[in-house]
């Protein structure tokens, strides 16, 4: 694979190497300016929790601290490698058995912000729904503004196809140069969704603009089976879009906010579960019927194999820098 060299500073495996070979011009890590909350229930435990974004130093990563836990068990690493449960959603838990449910919204709108380092405290087992997007977690992190760091940002970049398969779903990552685009096509046997497809790249201002406000969506016919199973306790049409048991009429009042307003919040989450990385990725990801699971299952692969991805730090101004969310729009971009 040919790779742009003025797209990519340095490739290397550590830390050590990484600020071994530190450039002036390149992409930095970015925190928030300042610490942010937000209350509201979560989606499947239907709990009350509040939630408070703090800024963290440079290498840290998103990290989740659960307030009503004492102790370094509190903490829970956003990791490809600490997915647990993904029914229904995305939740993570650490080697003591705590957990973090229905990360993949937040995670979406850090990703989309180009946030590298956060300590996200929490006071219960899972992150709060809100209206079901990401929307509400970006407005608390242009609200916090951002701030660069010293330290370079660190992106993974896809060397060779890596795909997973399940059934007739599939994900797949695959080497491009630039930055990163989701590409995600669904097929549903209700009329009110039916086939959609969309394609994204995950730079400056797309994510607010094209994926942010799309919520996740259900069936009214499996609410019943869902809360059986200590699933979707906290969704309503406040917070999720709803079509009929028949499957013809989605049952909001307000109705979509896209017209392909189901796909779009497929890559949502897909932002979301990706991110878990611990990186941005640089390449393309194409999902077909893809959810949480095998998104997981795609990280999974793609680490497993030495080959098929490197550590790089990306040059200012470069294709790849353009091509992600390495800065965010400009309202949000707060130096100093």
């Known amino acids: ?37 937000c209350s509201g229930v979560g989606l499947h435990s239907g709990a009350k929790v509040t939630m408070v974004l703090h800024p963290a130093a440079a290498d840290s990563g998103i990290v989740f601290r659960r307030t009503d836990i004492a102790g370094r068990g509190a903490y829970v690493p956003a990791l490809w490698s600490n997915v647990g449960d993904t029914r229904m959603n ?19 709108a850090l990703a989309g912000s180009g946030i590298d380092n956060c300590v996200i405290e929490i006071n219960g087992p899972e992150v709060p729904v809100m209206d079901g997007s990401a929307a509400p977690f970006l407005f608390l992190i242009e609200c916090a503004g951002t701030i660069e760091q010293t330290e370079p940002r660190r992106a993974i970049r896809v060397l060779k196809r890596v795909s997973v398969t399940d059934g007739d779903k599939t994900a797949t990552l695959s080497p ?21 497809s969309f394609s994204v790249a995950l ?14 969506f259900g069936f009214e016919h499996e609410v019943a089976y869902l809360r059986a199973n200590g699933l979707a306790r ?21 109705g979509l906010r ?3 307003e189901f796909v779009r919040h497929k890559i949502l989450d897909a932002a979301g579960d990706l991110f878990l990385a611990g990186a941005p990725l640089l390449g393309v990801y194409d999902g077909v019927r893809s959810g ?45």
């Open 1 to 37: 694979m040919k790779i742009n060299k003025t797209d990519v500073v340095t490739t290397f495996k550590s830390s050590a190497e990484a600020k071994a070979s530190v450039e002036t011009n390149v992409i930095r890590q970015r925190t928030l300016k300042t610490a942010i909350g």
């Open 90 to 108: 995305t939740c993570l838990t650490n080697q003591d058995g705590i957990h973090v449910g229905t990360v993949e919204h937040l995670l979406s």
């Open 176 to 196: 491009a140069a630039g930055g990163f685009r989701l590409n995600f096509h669904i097929d549903f046997a209700s009329a009110a969704i039916g086939q959609q």
């Open 203 to 216: 730079n400056r201002g797309t994510f607010k603009a094209e994926i942010s406000r799309a919520r996740t």
């Open 234 to 254: 906290g969704g309503s049409l406040d917070n999720a879009v709803v079509i009929d048991s028949t499957g013809t009429r989605v049952l909001n009042d307000d």
């Open 258 to 260: 896209y017209g392909d």
């Open 292 to 336: 949480h699971a095998l998104n997981n299952q795609l990280l999974r692969a793609l680490f497993a194999d030495q080959t098929a991805w490197a550590y790089t730090t990306i040059a200012a101004g470069s294709a790849a820098a353009q091509g992600l969310a390495l800065a965010a729009p400009d309202k949000l971009v707060v130096n100093g």
